[in-house]
């Protein structure tokens, strides 16, 4: 089990401030190395003050801790490697906000001489190793306080999340030109060899990553904006759940589900009303409060009405509730308007989430050496960009499928015009 005397707390500083971290022209500048129990170490690879490159060598088979993981790996592939955010949210249930340290040095840097890019390689070395001691003791103070229970819960997910959150971004997603007009000219600086990097973050509320860099919202484009994806293979393919939370939670209740149409199959316990109906009464149930009428007459609403019941009594009474794959707990402490509500919904969207890690994680040892790739991944779909002659969609939706889960598909030349497909 991994202790804090085991690990070198490690802070990658990029040349530029802004840019993402494999931007083609964002190189690292600086290298903040804190062994155990040792004095810290500022090492240059791309800095003004010292134009000769250290060296990762000692770092190879070290345990690490780090502000983001996904920044350091962009470094080098480090096989241990944790990160103090996703640590931080485990504990308080937030992002670990580092803002407050400031540096006046940095601070005047950055504010005056915004328009450099690579403003970091000649800020001075010793205000680089002030702002990382700085952050190395605020994770000192409090990488001892997670206990053994959720410990092992961290490390699991803190693997394979981050890991595989971190696959679909360095490949980037290859772009149009008129990703400027559709988003502004300050979209340009973050285009590196026809490609944008987006940016999955994990420490959310409810645990479902948001995704956004350079000014573009990834996992909320507007249908006409999303054309300025577009395909470095042969063609992009959309794989998209069908009524994925409704699934998930008969998954968790026991409910099977015909592999026919979920809001069809639930028509028949609303009376006479349309699918459209149908379709919208059992999302207002499900995110609003279920009548005890309907889950009388509703036997999935009732499963529904019993688990969410039971997720409730457990979090007042334990103090915390569990997802049902990784364990993450959901602490009573770190919520002050929690409901039931909400509760169920937190409850749903961390399930996917988890769900979805492990689903990335085995999409990615399938696509290993292949030249299909997994470029865009939001909540309920999937986003491919695929090599025609390697014939891997039938496998790609078995593995979606799994568990009795039904995909559609769709394709075409860019993000924004996709038409339905049968597989």
């Given at each position: 089990?991994?202790?804090?005397?085991?690990?070198?707390?490690?802070?990658?500083?990029?040349?530029?401030?802004?840019?993402?971290?494999?931007?083609?022209?964002?190189?690292?500048?600086?290298?903040?190395?804190?062994?155990?129990?040792?004095?810290?170490?500022?090492?240059?690879?791309?800095?003004?003050?010292?134009?000769?490159?250290?060296?990762?060598?000692?770092?190879?088979?070290?345990?690490?801790?780090?502000?983001?993981?996904?920044?350091?790996?962009?470094?080098?592939?480090?096989?241990?490697?944790?990160?103090?955010?996703?640590?931080?949210?485990?504990?308080?249930?937030?992002?670990?906000?580092?803002?407050?340290?400031?540096?006046?040095?940095?601070?005047?840097?950055?504010?005056?001489?915004?328009?450099?890019?690579?403003?970091?390689?000649?800020?001075?070395?010793?205000?680089?190793?002030?702002?990382?001691?700085?952050?190395?003791?605020?994770?000192?103070?409090?990488?001892?306080?997670?206990?053994?229970?959720?410990?092992?819960?961290?490390?699991?997910?803190?693997?394979?999340?981050?890991?595989?959150?971190?696959?679909?971004?360095?490949?980037?997603?290859?772009?149009?030109?008129?990703?400027?007009?559709?988003?502004?000219?300050?979209?340009?600086?973050?285009?590196?060899?026809?490609?944008?990097?987006?940016?999955?973050?994990?420490?959310?509320?409810?645990?479902?990553?948001?995704?956004?860099?350079?000014?573009?919202?990834?996992?909320?484009?507007?249908?006409?904006?999303?054309?300025?994806?577009?395909?470095?293979?042969?063609?992009?393919?959309?794989?998209?759940?069908?009524?994925?939370?409704?699934?998930?939670?008969?998954?968790?209740?026991?409910?099977?589900?015909?592999?026919?149409?979920?809001?069809?199959?639930?028509?028949?316990?609303?009376?006479?009303?349309?699918?459209?109906?149908?379709?919208?009464?059992?999302?207002?149930?499900?995110?609003?409060?279920?009548?005890?009428?309907?889950?009388?007459?509703?036997?999935?609403?009732?499963?529904?009405?019993?688990?969410?019941?039971?997720?409730?009594?457990?979090?007042?009474?334990?103090?915390?509730?569990?997802?049902?794959?990784?364990?993450r707990r959901f602490l009573k402490q770190n919520y002050d308007d929690m409901s039931a509500n909400k509760l169920l919904n937190y409850y749903i969207q961390a399930t996917e989430t988890e769900r979805n890690i492990r689903t990335i994680l085995e999409i990615q040892r399938y696509l290993y050496k292949k030249k299909t790739i997994l470029i865009l991944y939001n909540y309920d779909s999937f986003l491919f960009d695929v090599h025609e002659k390697e014939n891997?969609?039938?496998?790609?939706?078995?593995?979606?499928?799994?568990?009795?889960?039904?995909?559609?598909?769709?394709?075409?030349?860019?993000?924004?015009?996709?038409?339905?497909?049968?597989?």
């Amino acid at each position: 089990m991994v202790t804090l005397e085991d690990c070198y707390i490690v802070i990658p500083i990029f040349a530029s401030p802004t840019r993402h971290s494999r931007h083609g022209e964002n190189s690292l500048s600086v290298l903040y190395v804190k062994p155990p129990n040792e004095p810290s170490e500022i090492r240059t690879f791309n800095h003004l003050d010292n134009l000769e490159a250290g060296t990762l060598d000692d770092l190879m088979n070290v345990p690490m801790i780090t502000p983001n993981k996904k920044d350091l790996l962009s470094v080098y592939p480090f096989p241990q490697v944790y990160d103090a955010s996703l640590m931080w949210y485990y504990l308080t249930g937030n992002d670990l906000d580092l803002s407050d340290i400031r540096i006046n040095c940095l601070d005047v840097m950055y504010n005056k001489h915004y328009s450099i890019e690579n403003i970091n390689a000649v800020i001075p070395l010793l205000k680089h190793k002030e702002y990382c001691d700085a952050v190395a003791v605020r994770i000192e103070t409090f990488y001892s306080l997670l206990k053994d229970d959720q410990l092992t819960s961290y490390i699991e997910y803190n693997n394979n999340a981050i890991l595989a959150l971190y696959s679909i971004e360095r490949v980037g997603v290859k772009v149009d030109p008129q990703v400027i007009e559709l988003f502004g000219s300050k979209v340009e600086k973050h285009i590196s060899e026809n490609k944008m990097y987006t940016d999955y973050f994990l420490c959310t509320s409810a645990g479902r990553p948001s995704n956004s860099f350079g000014g573009i919202n990834f996992a909320a484009l507007e249908p006409k904006k999303r054309t300025f994806i577009v395909a470095q293979n042969d063609y992009l393919m959309e794989c998209d759940y069908d009524a994925y939370h409704v699934r998930i939670l008969g998954d968790l209740i026991g409910y099977e589900f015909p592999k026919t149409s979920v809001h069809e199959h639930l028509r028949q316990y609303y009376g006479n009303v349309t699918y459209d109906e149908s379709k919208a009464m059992s999302f207002k149930y499900l995110y609003g409060t279920i009548p005890p009428q309907v889950g009388e007459m509703n036997p999935f609403f009732k499963g529904v009405k019993d688990l969410s019941d039971l997720l409730w009594t457990n979090f007042n009474s334990d103090g915390f509730i569990e997802t049902p794959i990784y364990k993450r707990r959901f602490l009573k402490q770190n919520y002050d308007d929690m409901s039931a509500n909400k509760l169920l919904n937190y409850y749903i969207q961390a399930t996917e989430t988890e769900r979805n890690i492990r689903t990335i994680l085995e999409i990615q040892r399938y696509l290993y050496k292949k030249k299909t790739i997994l470029i865009l991944y939001n909540y309920d779909s999937f986003l491919f960009d695929v090599h025609e002659k390697e014939n891997v969609i039938s496998d790609l939706m078995e593995i979606l499928q799994k568990g009795g889960f039904i995909v559609k598909a769709k394709s075409g030349n860019n993000f924004g015009d996709m038409n339905e497909v049968n597989i």
